[in-house]
């Protein structure tokens, strides 16, 4: 009976093992697809960008009002989580533009969208004022159940803000009565109605129900790579009140990878990330996500956010410079007890040397010495026949370097020879086609697309920077088909060194005019004052 007990817990301990051997090799695998996902972040801004940029030419060309504000709650949607200053652009935009076309359901779905970007940065205050301004009695039965979705969201988020009983004793049944508000209008079994019954089940914590709401969220068909991340960080922190450690940090983490894969800036995934890693003694991941989410939000803008990172972030951030210090440490340890064998073996070397030393006989000290003067002879033929060899090497190249050029020089005699002759029989159409043929405006490009090519190895952040250097909507657009523009190619010699006009105008093929017109209406165009335009271009750095 005592043998089958310890067979038992035996095979129990086994188990346990093996499963939370599986558990941390997901964490790990997951972890390894979030910092790949990091390190190509630029890559999905840029695609972010270029889903604007298109935007932004479509604006050009739209003139009715009505288009106008398709077009501008198009941007809106791109920027909402994405930057803070653009989507408060485009919904006081969409403001201007519904009142203009005096449209009651879309003078009030304006007023939503203000009031989403005031709540995302953290303008508790102002987001209450815009939604208790709006007028509901136009909106169709779901623009009121995001109506009161984005107001009990206000509600929770200053409760979480303010970190108070008192006051959490105000706003949370506030956020709830709106939850319930939103109940009412939302069918059973659709995506907001089970959004809505998560967060009120969260609040309320109720994570028996919550666990199986966000769970039928989580598996609805065609999520957003947003409302995905949204929703898995809910259940997430269920998971972590329930104590199922592994599975909450899985889901923040796919949730983060989400966020970056969607270039969301408006996120909690890699604050709550961090925090968690953080407690579980993983400091050097947990300083890379919380220096992420302090990106994150800077980059965005969301004040609330930079607030409650910022009172983790030094407390991370001085665990990570102790564990470093500690490795610095180590290494100097370690580098001393090396240094310290290396003198003892150098000592006693020395000895070992000097007791060989007085052992030999002068007659082989005379049998070494020729030995040496043979290697020595040995050694200087040897070098001998290097240098020959290198002498043969250098003069076939030189000879190599010569052939090439005089064949050059032979083209070059047989074509004016034959333009001679040409000219001296009045064949003057002949002579003017060859020339002709030299196609020379082919060749700048070549050499241009050559340049560009060298120029963007060397600086390969080159056309980030400059563009950055101009508002959004101003920088310079690269022709088809070219690696740089003019523009860039101007600005490019002068990262070179090339500050004269007259030589930058030679190189391109310009006027020493057009070069300075180029310049000027290049710095005029940018936010960088004129004077410091070419110090800023400078300080691009290469690989």
């Known amino acids: 009976m005592t043998k089958l007990i310890k067979l038992s817990v035996l095979i129990n301990l086994c188990l346990c093992f093996d499963f939370t051997t599986r558990a941390q090799s997901t964490t790990d695998s997951l972890l390894n697809e979030l910092n790949i996902a990091l390190a190509n972040k630029d890559v999905y801004v840029k695609k972010k960008l270029d889903q604007i940029r298109l935007l932004d030419h479509q604006l050009a060309s739209v003139k009715s009002p009505q288009e106008k504000y398709t077009v501008y709650e198009s941007l809106y949607e791109q920027y909402k989580s994405f930057s803070y200053d653009s989507s408060y652009y485009y919904a006081k935009k969409l403001q201007l533009t519904s009142l203009t076309l005096k449209n009651p359901v879309l003078i009030a779905s304006a007023k939503m969208k203000l009031a989403f970007t005031l709540l995302s ?29 984005l107001k009990a969201r206000s509600y929770f ?20 009565a709106c939850i319930d508000s ?23 914590a109720n994570n028996v129900d919550g666990l199986k709401t966000y769970v039928a969220l989580l598996n609805f068909h065609d999520l957003t790579p947003h409302q995905f991340a949204v929703n898995a960080c809910c259940l997430s922190y269920i998971y972590e009140v329930k104590g199922m ?17 969607s270039a969301t800036k408006e996120t909690v995934a ?27 939000a800077t980059f965005y803008g969301a004040l609330h956010r930079q607030v409650k990172i910022s009172s983790i972030l030094p407390i991370i951030e001085a665990q990570w410079i102790n564990q470093i210090e500690h490795q610095k440490k180590l290494l100097y340890t370690y580098s001393f007890i090396i240094t310290l064998l290396v003198v003892f073996v150098v000592v006693f070397a ?18 070494e010495a020729n030995v040496s003067l043979k290697e020595s002879n040995s050694a200087l033929e040897e070098l001998n026949r290097n240098l020959s060899t290198a002498n043969k090497i250098k003069n076939e190249y030189i000879g190599y370097y010569f052939n090439i050029n005089s064949i050059y020089i032979e083209k070059l005699e047989s074509f004016q020879k034959s333009i001679d002759k040409k000219l001296s029989s009045k064949r003057y159409e002949d002579a003017q086609a060859a020339v002709k043929n030299l196609n020379l405006e082919n060749e700048r490009l070549q050499l241009f697309h050559t340049f560009d090519k060298i120029f963007l190895g060397l600086f390969p952040d080159f056309i980030h920077k400059f563009d950055s250097l101009f508002n959004k909507g101003e920088e310079i657009i690269i022709p088809d088909g070219q690696l740089m523009s003019t523009e860039h190619r101007i600005f490019a010699l002068i990262r070179m060194g090339i500050h004269d006009n007259d030589r930058i105008a030679k190189l391109l093929g310009y006027s020493v005019n057009t070069i300075y017109s180029y310049k000027n209406r290049i710095k005029n165009r940018s936010f960088i004052a004129n004077d410091e335009f070419e110090d800023k271009i400078m300080e691009i750095e290469a690989v």
């Open 121 to 149: 940065s953290g303008l508790f205050k102002e987001t209450l004022e815009v939604l208790n301004s709006t007028d509901l009695s136009p909106l169709s039965a779901q623009d009121k159940v995001d109506y009161y979705f």
């Open 157 to 176: 988020d200053l409760s979480d803000y303010n970190r108070s009983p008192d006051y959490n004793a105000i706003y949370d049944p506030k956020g709830i």
């Open 182 to 204: 939103a109940l009412v209008l939302s069918k059973p079994g659709t995506f907001s109605y089970l959004e809505l019954k998560g967060l009120k089940d969260l609040r309320n």
């Open 245 to 261: 450690q592994e599975q909450s940090v899985n889901l923040l983490i796919r949730a983060a990878i989400s966020d970056i894969q």
């Open 270 to 296: 890699s604050y709550k990330l961090a925090d968690i890693l953080y407690k579980k003694g993983d400091i050097k991941n947990a300083y890379v996500f919380i220096k992420q989410a302090m990106d994150e």
């Open 350 to 367: 020395v000895i070992i040397f000097r007791q060989l030393k007085k052992l030999r006989i002068a007659d082989n000290l005379i049998r």
